[in-house]
C-alpha cells in the first residue's frame, strides 16, 4: 500500500490532520493501536482556540450534537481548598468540555466523507523504513496476525507522550 501521508496516532492531533489533509485530497492513511476510540484520555477540554479552529473548518456544529458543554467558569483548587473562582462575562466562556471519543468521532467521521481517507484501528507500527540515504519511506504495521508494508512520502508522529515514532 501506498499513501502520501501516514499518520501514526488517531488522538485529536493525528485526527484533525487527517482531515484537514484528506479535504485537500491528499492521499492519507491514519493509524491506531487502539481497538477502539473509548479508551482513557488525559484531558476533554478544548480552550477557545481549539473551538476556533473547529469552527473555522466546520466542525463544531458536529461536535455540539455529539456532546459538548461551554465553560462558564473557572475554579482554582489548592489541597483541597478552593483559592478563587472566575466567572466569564454574559454570554462568554473559557472553552468547552466534550468527551474525546465524541471529537475523534466527529473528526473521523468528517475526514471518512473524502476518498482520499482512510484508518486502521487495533494497528500497531513494528518498524519504520528507512534507506540508505537516512529517509524514511514507510513503516510496517501489524493488525493481528497480518504484517503490512506501507510506503508513503511523509510519516507524521502523532503517536503521544511516549512516541515511538
Not at 485526527?15 to 484531558?43: C, D, I, M, N, W
Not at 540515504?133 to 504495521?141: C, P, R
Amino acid at each position: 500500500m501506498h499513501v502520501q501521508v501516514c499518520i501514526v496516532g488517531a488522538g485529536p492531533g493525528g485526527a484533525l490532520l487527517a482531515y484537514l489533509l484528506a479535504k485537500r485530497g491528499v492521499r492519507t492513511l491514519l493509524l491506531e493501536r487502539t481497538a477502539s476510540f473509548g479508551q482513557a484520555f488525559r484531558g476533554e477540554h478544548l480552550n477557545t482556540e481549539g473551538e476556533h479552529i473547529l469552527k473555522k473548518h466546520g466542525l463544531f456544529s458536529a461536535l455540539e450534537e455529539a456532546g459538548c458543554l461551554a465553560m462558564t467558569s473557572l475554579r482554582y483548587w489548592h489541597k483541597g481548598e478552593l483559592m478563587k473562582e472566575v466567572y466569564a462575562e454574559d454570554g462568554q466562556h473559557f472553552g468547552i468540555h466534550t468527551p474525546q471519543t465524541n471529537l475523534l468521532h466527529v473528526l473521523i467521521h468528517a475526514a471518512s466523507q473524502y476518498e482520499s481517507f482512510s484508518y486502521q484501528l487495533n494497528t500497531t507500527v513494528k518498524e519504520l523504513l528507512v534507506n540508505d540515504n537516512g529517509t524514511y519511506y514507510g513503516v510496517v504495521t501489524k493488525h493481528g496476525d497480518c504484517v503490512k508494508t506501507i510506503t508513503c512520502d511523509l510519516i507524521v508522529g502523532a503517536d503521544g507522550r511516549h512516541s515511538t515514532v
